[in-house]
């Protein structure tokens, strides 16, 4: 006789907020997998990689936030503990012992670059630095901090995970956020 599935009643999404789960070592797939079968909406950043194997070059989709995965839920249902119990779940992002929501603007941001394939790669998390605003083209209202070292680059950073994705700005018009 096998266990029926852990599903959670039909969630309402207006007080619903995005959270950054921590997840073990290569797990982030299987626990998006498992969310998305609870019926939450869920976010895995991938990125594109080509890994050089003896006899071929193959293109492999690696975690863009190694250990980390999304979930939009309202925190208020009491999900938690069910969040928390499901296999390869470590623990919510969480400051001052409270799982810690990130803004939507940033889940969205980074969302739009990843839809259209703009090359990035991972960045040290900054903390200083100008905030800018992309003006103009596929990237318009895309936030981020203006990196004054080296070429001309902007960083989207997520804060509660303490991680970032730095992208070239040449040829795009930036203004203060």
Known sequence: MTAAP?????LSLQGAQWYAIQTRYRFERKVT???QQKGLETFL???????????????VFVPLFSGY????????????????QTQGV???VTSG??????????????????SQKIP????????IGQHVRIRGGCLDGIDGILEKSGNKKMVISIASI??????TVEGYELELA
């Open 97 to 114: 012992g409270q799982a810690t929501p990130i803004p939507a603007k940033q889940i969205n941001d980074l969302q739009t670059l990843l």
């Open 69 to 84: 995965t999304f979930v939009r839920l309202d925190l208020a249902a009491g999900l938690r503990m069910d969040l928390l």
């Open 33 to 35: 997998a498992q969310f």
């Open 6 to 10: 852990n599903l959670l009643p039909p």
């Open 120 to 127: 990035c790669a991972l960045h040290a998390f900054l903390k």
């Open 45 to 59: 950043p991938m990125l594109k990689e080509a890994h050089n194997w003896s006899d071929r070059l193959q293109p």
């Open 90 to 92: 470590n623990r919510f």
């Open 162 to 167: 303490q991680r970032s994705v730095a992208i």
